[in-house]
Nanobody, 125 residues
Framework: QVQLVESGGGLVQAGGSLRLSCAAS????????IGWFRQAPGKERDFVAA????????YYADSVKGRFTISRDNAKNTVYLQMNSLKPEDPAVYYC??????????????????WGQGTQVTVSS
């Protein structure tokens, strides 16, 4: 079992940057692909980015390509989401999620076994 805790959210001006962290418990962290999703009020939870178990491959939603970077440090049981050039459409609660041995379909919420509690990102214009 994996427990996930997000941190790093906050208020930032448009064009600014934030780095989110997703810290995981457990000794099998490297067995999990990790995804970031976000949910704005009244909207569905949407895929943002994902990283494979070793960190060798990353995937992004079109809306964040070139602005966000996902990475992981398996020695620290942590995944990061570096968010640059934040836009007024980026505010949401950001969640990380873990999927055991997942190798495809990273953008689908289905198959992510564990979810964090979320961290709020707010962008002021």
């Amino acid at each position: 079992q994996v427990q996930l805790v997000e941190s790093g959210g906050g208020l930032v001006q448009a064009g600014g940057s934030l780095r989110l962290s997703c810290a995981a418990s457990g000794r099998t962290f490297s067995s999990y692909a990790i995804g970031w999703f976000r949910q704005a009020p009244g909207k569905e939870r949407d895929f943002v980015a994902a990283v494979t178990r070793t960190g060798s491959s990353t995937y992004y939603a079109d809306s964040v390509k070139g602005r966000f970077t996902i990475s992981r440090d398996n020695a620290k049981n942590t995944v990061y989401l570096q968010m640059n050039s934040l836009k007024p459409e980026d505010p949401a609660v950001y969640y990380c999620a873990a999927s055991l041995y997942r190798s495809s379909g990273f953008s689908s919420r289905t198959g992510y076994n564990y979810w964090g509690q979320g961290t709020q990102v707010t962008v002021s214009s």
